[in-house]
């Protein structure tokens, strides 16, 4: 079965840093995973992905610099890391991994079907 579980969340201060955890289970090798964050009341957010095989990195473009995408080099390659640095205020929001198969657009919330609990994150200024 398959299953998604963040972690890592928390509060910090503007300027500080986290490193959220994504681990998947179940999945095929083909899947697609990618991050994204939700302020309760607006749509989801795309923050980042990364291709498969060629472990290329995608960033939304608020966070782009700031963020690092990484993955697990173990071989099972089960794990992703969301490195925050610099966080502002306006990055607080529900941080959510998910994944999916055949997706087209990589940035739209809608083409993963598969989605963990989340995990806070708020940034105090």
């Known amino acids: 079965q398959e299953r998604l579980v963040e972690s890592g969340g928390g509060l910090v201060q503007a300027g500080g840093s986290l490193r959220l955890s994504c681990v998947r289970a179940?999945?095929?090798?083909?899947?697609?995973t990618a991050w994204f964050r939700e302020v309760p009341g607006t749509d989801r957010e795309f923050v980042a992905r990364?291709?498969?095989?060629?472990?290329?990195?995608?960033?939304g473009g608020s966070v782009k610099g700031r963020f690092t995408i990484s993955r697990d080099a173990a071989a099972a390659k089960n794990t992703e890391y969301l490195q925050m640095n610099n966080l502002e205020p306006e990055d607080t929001a529900i941080y959510f991994c998910a994944a999916g198969y055949g997706v087209r657009d990589n940035r739209s919330p809608t083409q993963y079907y598969y989605w963990g609990q989340g995990t806070q994150v708020t940034v105090s200024s």
């Open positions: 179940g999945f095929a090798s083909t899947a697609d």
């Open positions: 990364m291709t498969r095989g060629d472990e290329v990195a995608d960033y």
